[in-house]
T-cell receptor, first 109, second 117 residues
Framework: GENVEQHPSTLSVQEGDSAVIKCTYS??????FPWYKQELGKRPQLIID?????GEKKDQRIAVTLNKTAKHFSLHITETQPEDSAVYFC????????FGQGTILTVHP | GAVVSQHPSRVICKSGTSVKIECRSL??????MFWYRQFPKQSLMLMAT?????????EQGVEKDKFLINHASLTLSTLTVTSAHPEDSSFYIC?????????????FGPGTRLLVL
């Protein structure tokens, strides 16, 4: 089955800095790569996703890049704000999703 | 659009009892629903995939006789934790999709926090 590795497990940045979270996956058949933000005790919320026919996608301060050859994809958040603080999960699949271990992002004012 | 609800939001029960959790898609028809379990400070672990009108597909290591899943309609799936024990205490989250062909977006419910005493 699919295996997704996510790094780093914790990330601390100053407000205004950029944050990068990286994930690798094992199953070359995976064709859908979403990123979710989860606040404590809440549901995961989709923040951006990318499909296998696209290498990069951007939505305001958030961007995702995908390298299918290397089987890795990354989340980039620019101009971070304290409200970006949360746990971020990557996932890979197509039909069903396998989630990474999560990254606790803390943005200090 | 694409709102998913879950009920109850939290439940406390005694060891040995059964607990039913409902997952509803409120404004769309969900061809597929997924059930996840999330322990504190851990990731989401897929338990099973259910399609309307057919038997659920369970992930390896998940006991299908303990976690009964019923997907009776395109807007409702239920998870019943039978003979619950303290180790079943967890955050159970469902998700739903509208496309069962290839890549798809999962919309998550708010989760149900189960505490078994």
């Amino acid at each position: 089955g699919e295996n997704v590795e996510q790094h780093p497990s914790t990330l601390s940045v100053q407000e205004g800095d950029s944050a990068v979270i990286k994930c690798t996956y094992s199953d070359s058949a995976s064709n859908y790569f979403p990123w979710y933000k989860q606040e404590l005790g809440k549901r995961p919320q989709l923040i951006i996703d990318i499909r296998s026919n696209v290498g990069e996608k951007k939505d305001q301060r958030i961007a995702v890049t995908l390298n299918k050859t290397a089987k890795h994809f990354s989340l980039h958040i620019t101009e971070t704000q304290p409200e970006d603080s949360a746990v971020y999960f990557c996932a890979a699949g197509g039909g069903k999703l396998t989630f990474g271990q999560g990254t606790i992002l803390t943005v200090h004012p | 659009g694409a709102v998913v609800s879950q009920h109850p939001s939290r439940v406390i029960c005694k060891s040995g009892t059964s607990v039913k959790i409902e997952c509803r898609s409120l404004d769309f028809q969900a061809t597929t629903m997924f059930w996840y379990r999330q322990f504190p400070k851990q990731s989401l672990m897929l338990m099973a995939t259910s399609n309307e009108g057919s038997k659920a597909t369970y992930e390896q290591g998940v006991e299908k006789d303990k976690f009964l899943i019923n997907h009776a309609s395109l807007t409702l799936s239920t998870l019943t934790v039978t003979s619950a024990h303290p180790e079943d205490s967890s955050f159970y989250i469902c998700s739903a999709t509208t496309d069962n062909r290839g890549a798809e977006t999962q919309y998550f419910g708010p989760g149900t926090r189960l505490l078994v005493l």
